[in-house]
């Protein structure tokens, strides 16, 4: 399409009207906040989730523990994950303190079994492993397309109320003008 055609509302001519000039203007602001907004809450979010994952990193470790009681087999009334049961383990934190918490195990496991935990800087057991490099970028482009969309949706939503809104006044106008020039050709046939 040339780009005439495109930027058709924008010309001076006597059949454009003060709509047709609105709806131009917030196709375009549309478009810029869109664009714009977008790509800011994109990277805004990509950048603060790499940042988080990236602490995890950094401040969850790993630690060997020793299970206090047996893991039961399958599901369990928490809530699992992959094949992964909770159970009460023991281990030594960084000042020296043994200590003891839930964390999640593979289920079936024996009493005194060892097995790998995580804990923070300060030795509180923590649940899940920090998220890898590849799966915090993957989390992260995910997080930004969705704060991208969450941009996008209402300012979209907007411009379509508001160009709905102008197609209105447009039918309105074009009805009244029907209207006059009915009136000077005469009754309505049919």
Same mark, same amino acid.
């Given at each position: 399409?040339?780009?005439t055609?495109?930027?058709?509302?924008? +010309?001076s001519?006597?059949? +454009?009207?003060?709509?047709d000039?609105?709806?131009?203007?917030?196709? &375009?602001?549309?478009?810029?906040?869109v664009?714009? =907004?977008?790509?800011?809450?994109g990277?805004?979010t990509?950048?603060?989730?790499?940042?988080?994952?990236?602490?995890?990193? &950094?401040?969850?470790h790993?630690?060997?523990?020793v299970?206090?009681?047996?893991?039961?087999?399958?599901?369990?009334?928490?809530?699992?994950t992959?094949?992964?049961?909770?159970?009460?383990?023991?281990?030594? $934190?960084?000042?020296?303190?043994?200590?003891g918490?839930?964390?999640?195990?593979? =289920?079936?496991? *024996?009493a005194g079994?060892?097995? $790998?935990?995580?804990?923070?800087?300060?030795?509180?057991?923590?649940?899940?492993?920090?998220?890898?490099?590849?799966?915090?970028?993957?989390?992260?482009?995910?997080?930004?397309?969705?704060?991208?969309?969450?941009?996008?949706?209402?300012?979209f939503?907007?411009?379509?109320?508001?160009?709905?809104r &102008?197609?209105?006044?447009?039918?309105?106008?074009?009805?009244?003008?029907?209207?006059?020039?009915?009136?000077?050709?005469?009754? *309505?046939?049919?």
């Amino acid at each position: 399409m040339s780009s005439t055609r495109w930027l058709w509302r924008w +010309r001076s001519s006597p059949l +454009r009207r003060r709509e047709d000039v609105a709806e131009a203007w917030i196709i &375009l602001v549309v478009w810029v906040v869109v664009v714009i =907004g977008g790509a800011v809450a994109g990277l805004v979010t990509a950048r603060s989730a790499e940042r988080e994952f990236a602490a995890q990193r &950094l401040y969850r470790h790993p630690v060997r523990a020793v299970l206090v009681s047996d893991a039961p087999h399958g599901v369990t009334g928490h809530w699992p994950t992959e094949g992964r049961v909770q159970a009460r383990v023991r281990w030594t $934190a960084p000042d020296g303190a043994s200590r003891g918490g839930l964390t999640l195990v593979d =289920g079936g496991l *024996k009493a005194g079994a060892g097995v $790998a935990a995580w804990q923070d800087d300060r030795g509180r057991l923590l649940l899940t492993p920090p998220t890898g490099r590849t799966e915090g970028h993957a989390e992260a482009a995910f997080f930004a397309a969705a704060a991208a969309l969450a941009v996008a949706a209402p300012v979209f939503g907007a411009g379509a109320v508001a160009r709905a809104r &102008l197609d209105r006044r447009r039918m309105a106008h074009w009805d009244q003008e029907w209207n006059l020039v009915g009136r000077r050709r005469g009754p *309505k046939t049919g």
